[in-house]
């Protein structure tokens, strides 16, 4: 991985941008896991912020620092901000359509609802899983996790979870811990999406 350094555009939510770009050396270098300097106050480090405006995932680091992923993020509706912790992590999960999945779409999703798909390439969580949970539901169906799809980076396109491509998952799942605080923020207003 290059590593290059950016300064972000913004102090909200303790350094992170909430719409605005981060500016690059060259715009190929957006697309890369890039360390980047946070504005002050910034989050402290070992927490994942997802932010939707900018479509990234920031792990942070110490020193005000924070490596950035691009991400895919839920479709208008299904996003939701939020605290979480990582209450499970998996490497090539199995995959099942949740109930409400199986609602809205069942001609996609119905076939799946007995068996679902085993892990390995092509199963719609990638990779690697981080599983998100709040205290009060326990598990939330919500997970970041990877795809074989880059085509929907950049978008907001799932069905509520955060997305990377495989490669950079796998990279942000080594760094990740069991109960590490997870932020989805809040969509800006007047959306900005693309769908």
């Known amino acids: 991985m290059k590593r290059r350094t950016f300064i972000l555009s913004g102090v909200a939510l303790g350094g992170l941008p ?3 770009q981060a500016v690059a050396e060259d715009a190929s270098a957006l697309m890369v ?3 980047v300097q946070m504005a002050s106050p910034a989050p402290p480090p070992g927490e994942v912020h997802v932010v939707p405006g900018p479509f990234r995932l920031y ?8 490596i950035v992923y691009p991400v895919r993020i839920g479709r208008a509706e299904l996003y939701e901000a939020g605290e979480y912790y990582v209450g499970a992590k998996k490497e090539w999960p199995s995959w099942m359509p ?21 892990g390995g390439p092509g199963n ?5 899983a981080l599983y998100l949970f709040t205290i ?3 598990d939330t169906f919500l997970r970041i996790h990877g795809t074989d799809d880059p085509s929907t980076i950049g978008r907001a396109v799932s069905n509520g979870c955060a997305g990377l491509i495989n490669a950079h998952m796998i990279d942000l799942y080594e760094r990740v811990p069991m109960n590490a605080r997870v932020i ?3 969509k800006p207003l007047g ?3 693309t769908d």
Do not use: N, V
């Open 33 to 35: 896991p890039h360390i």
């Open 184 to 186: 989805l923020h809040p």
């Open 136 to 138: 009060e539901r326990g």
């Open 191 to 193: 959306g900005g999406f």
């Open 124 to 128: 719609p969580l990638g990779a690697r």
């Open 59 to 66: 792990w942070t680091l110490p020193k005000r620092r924070a």
């Open 18 to 20: 909430t719409t605005g």
């Open 98 to 118: 949740t109930p409400g999945m199986i609602a809205r779409e069942p001609e996609r999703y119905a076939k799946y609802a007995d068996s679902g798909l085993p």
